[in-house]
């Protein structure tokens, strides 16, 4: 269910990404399954911010790295919705 619910993610990227994270490490997909699935929820402004990263292969591998790099693209496009906790 969280992987369609995009409405949580545009919303708010950080609730998403704390339950994302915590709902991941319970199911047992490869870690391209879970980037991928990330990417489908991203805002573009989002995925705009790693095109860099995209075209230089410089994407990190695992999924929890992968959101790791989304919270502080997201930090640094919103400084105003990111949570400290998280990130």
């Known amino acids: ?5 995009k409405d949580l993610a545009k919303k708010n990227f950080v609730k998403y990404a704390e339950r994302y994270r915590t709902l ?3 199911v047992n997909y490869s870690e391209e399954v ?3 699935k990330m990417k489908e929820v991203i805002s573009d402004k989002l995925q705009n911010a790693l095109v860099i990263y ?4 410089q994407c990190p591998k695992t999924w929890d ?13 919103y400084p105003d919705k990111a949570v400290r906790g998280l990130l």
Do not use: G, P, S
Not at 1 to 5: A, K
Not at 65 to 75: E, H, P, R, S, W
């Open 65 to 77: 790295d992968y959101l790791k790099l989304l919270m502080q693209a997201y930090k640094a496009l």
């Open 1 to 5: 269910m969280l992987w369609v619910n």
């Open 34 to 36: 879970h980037i991928d």
């Open 24 to 26: 991941a490490r319970i």
């Open 54 to 57: 995209e075209i230089t292969n």
